[in-house]
């Protein structure tokens, strides 16, 4: 509720609040090209515990939380009959097509009962209204130019405070059930002690984590060195799930942030975060710009390219069957945790594109199905840059799998700990156990193509990197922080893949 400008303007205005949150059936349908759920387990699972929290806040403050199932432009219906005295219905705008829709909707159900609508802008931490562009067309095609151009020009507004007490509900209205997941004809999902995102929804536990990374840790202090980690929780600020559901403001980050740099330290890693949100920013100004040119097939740059669409290739990626290691163990945590480092999204992404040459849509809708974070603007517009259809100057991007797993996970600690099959591989030979003499391999009980598969695609450019591998004796590369610390040589790549002109990643 911190940063929350609907319930200020609600206090202002109204005697009575109806803090309201419809489960949408269309939520819990099939992706719209491939038919993937919608909302997965786990992130239906982060959303429940977001709920839950929200209503327990807002008992606190002498409100609740109504939750109902159903469509929004029904239900709020619904409730303008049952209430007969509704004189505003006040939401966030969102900015993609079936939002929109949603909204569109519910405007004309109250333009038709005769009741206001109040919206505002939310969930970026630059105010659409204060970006240094006379017009969102104008918005640059290029990431560097709008963040020179926001940091140099625009503002961050100031926190809405989180109010002492709200006004309540009207008499006699039901609160409703929070439904399970069961309800929801969705199985709960198993913890895996391995995550890297072993964290509940709602704002509570989003400002709990703010304070352990920022005030009780110092960890955000060396955020740009540990940020392209792969193992473990403090290796990034893992703000991502909350932000993308609304349980915590980018704003508040930001001013923290200032506070962090005001009365402990400021340096690059304090400064790399709001970079980051930034991204986020832009993603989503991006989708205002181009609308649903973001989902379709030849994206930003309506670029056709002859994308395969073979599902034994796809089945192999998600389900981390591909015969390469590292794009393996990140897909198994993923379908295992429902979280994914963002080394490990760039590089599973561009393996699916640019190695598989499978349709990007295929990766974007898997990763809106299972994500914990899914945020629709981020997502795709991450997609699109992978396939070299959307924000991205260097257009023939490739990313070497077998150097990024010898550059992130040089010791193999970070694949044995999601392929389990090939633990007995020590080292940096895990990354490529085709490589490996078959003595090696029945000394490690690992048949190729029986125990593990055989890599179902070699890119040409792997060969160069074989020979140079972490041996299997000896302490990791890492040194004293262990297997999620990203090695020395190569903190600065998350910067590179932003800005470098090099091809060979």
């Known amino acids: 509720m911190l940063d929350m400008q609907l319930f200020h303007w609600a206090q202002r205005n109204a005697e009575h ?29 982060f959303l429940l515990e977001s709920i839950r929290d929200l209503r327990n806040t807002l008992i606190s403050k002498g409100s609740n939380l109504v939750v109902r199932r159903g469509k929004p432009e029904e239900v709020v219906a619904d409730l303008i009959r049952q209430l007969g005295s509704v004189s505003s219905v006040a939401f966030h705008e969102e900015v ?3 939002e929109l829709n949603v909204e569109k909707r519910v405007k004309d159900v109250c333009a038709q009962m005769k009741v206001k609508v109040h919206t505002c802008w939310g969930s970026t931490l630059y105010h659409r209204d204060d970006l240094p562009f006379p017009h969102m067309s104008r918005l640059p095609d290029v990431y560097t130019q709008f963040r ?38 969705q199985t709960e999902p198993v913890i895996d002690p391995r995550s890297a995102f072993p964290c509940s929804g709602g704002e509570s536990h989003a400002l709990a984590r703010l304070k352990h990374y920022f005030w009780d840790t110092d960890a955000v202090a060396t955020y740009k060195e540990t940020r392209n980690g792969l193992i473990g929780v403090d290796y990034s600020t893992k703000f991502s799930p909350w932000l993308a559901m609304g349980c915590i403001s980018p704003r508040y980050i930001y001013h923290q942030i200032k506070q962090y740099e005001k009365e402990r330290t400021a340096n690059q890693s304090t400064y790399w975060v709001i970079f980051e949100l930034l991204w986020r920013d832009y993603f989503r100004f991006v989708s205002v710009k181009y609308g ?45 945790t429902g979280f994914m480092s963002n080394r490990g999204r760039q590089n599973v992404a561009s393996f699916l594109t640019k190695d598989l040459g499978l349709d990007w849509r295929m990766g974007a809708e898997w990763f809106e199905s299972l994500l914990i974070d899914h945020d629709v603007c981020s997502n795709y517009g991450n997609w699109l840059y992978s396939a070299g259809i959307g924000n991205d100057p260097r257009e023939n991007r490739k990313f070497n799998m077998i150097k990024q797993g010898l550059d992130y996970d040089n010791n193999g600690d970070y694949v044995r700990q999601w392929v389990p099959e090939l633990q007995n591989i020590r080292g940096g030979d895990v990354h490529t156990p085709w490589s490996l003499s078959n003595a090696a391999l029945a000394h490690a009980h ?28 000896g302490p990791s590369p890492r040194g004293k922080k262990g297997p999620s610390h990203t090695p020395k040589q190569h903190r600065d790549r998350g910067i590179d893949f932003y800005f470098s002109r090099s091809k060979n990643l």
């Open 292 to 336: 649903n040119r973001i989902f379709q097939v030849k994206g930003l740059q309506d670029k056709s390219v002859p994308w395969k669409k073979d599902m034994k290739l796809f089945d192999a990626w998600k389900e981390g069957r591909t015969g390469v290691p590292f794009v393996d163990a990140n897909m198994r945590e993923l379908a295992a």
């Open 446 to 473: 690992v048949t190729l193509g029986d125990t593990y598969p055989a890599p179902i695609v070699m890119a040409p450019e792997w060969s160069r990197h074989i020979n140079k591998k972490a041996g299997g004796t």
């Open 148 to 185: 020179k151009a926001v940091e140099s020009e625009g503002r961050v507004r100031p926190v809405f405070s989180t109010p002492e007490k709200l006004n309540p509900l009207p008499p006699g209205l039901e609160e409703g059930a929070i439904p399970t997941a069961e309800d929801l004809q």
């Open 17 to 45: 609040i109806v803090p309201l949150y419809c489960l949408d059936p269309r939520h819990y349908v099939g992706t719209y090209n491939y038919s993937l759920p919608k909302t997965g387990p786990f992130r239906l699972r």
């Open 96 to 98: 993609t097509s079936e």
